[in-house]
């Protein structure tokens, strides 16, 4: 009775985070809320009894992806983002996908049946543990598909880096000669600097 009340209150909890932080305004409001969310989460997956699972959604997720979008927010101007327009001009489209979305969702759980399926029945699962079930199929039939994940991680990474380094902007000053100019009046047009 109690893992009952208890999974539909991390429910609960993580539906409200998760249109919380797509709706509100302020991005730091909606780190924590996703925060939030994903610590409920985890305890969901204790409630599964999948013990790594939850510790690598406090890890990773938490620790790691959430930091992530913290250096993010700081790197993108937000004064100037939420300026922009939107990408589409009436909102009940964005609200239409979402439901399409939800609706999908909720046909795949209706046939959904719980248990273990293909070769980690539930026995097999008691006896080798989550841990070692997952790791088992991870490192032998999707190893590909792991090493593919990985390298896109990476260049998304580099992308990112890229992308966020600043060129320097050089404002001389007038008591200067062109000799002893900022570093960058020097270099070529691609640099930032004036040829």
Not at 45 to 53: R, S, V
Not at 88 to 95: A, F, H, L, Q
Not at 142 to 147: I, P, R, T, V
Not at 154 to 161: F, G, K, M, N, S
Request: charged share 10%.
């Amino acid at each position: 009775m109690f893992g009952e009340i208890f999974f539909l209150y991390c429910a609960f909890v993580i539906t409200v985070c998760g249109v919380l932080a797509i709706s509100l305004r302020n991005p730091i409001h909606c780190v924590l809320l996703v925060l939030l969310l994903f610590f409920h989460m985890a305890a969901v997956h204790l409630t599964l009894q999948a013990e790594f699972l939850a510790a690598i959604q406090i890890i990773v997720y938490a620790g790691a992806i959430l930091v992530m979008y913290l250096f993010v927010l700081f790197l993108v101007n937000l004064q100037r983002e939420l300026r922009l327009p939107a990408l589409t001009p009436k909102p009940i489209v964005g609200y239409a996908l979402a439901a399409a979305l939800c609706g999908g969702m909720l046909w795949g759980v209706a046939g959904f049946v719980p248990g273990g399926k293909g070769q980690w029945p539930l026995e097999a699962l008691r006896e080798v543990t989550h841990t070692k079930a997952l790791s088992r199929e991870l490192f032998t039939n999707h190893f590909l598909s792991l090493e593919i994940a990985g390298v896109l991680l990476l260049v998304a990474l580099v992308a990112a880096l890229t992308l966020a380094r600043r060129q320097p902007v050089c404002t001389p000053a007038p008591a200067l000669t062109q000799d002893k100019a900022c570093p960058c009046a020097s270099g070529n047009k691609d640099q930032g600097g004036a040829a």
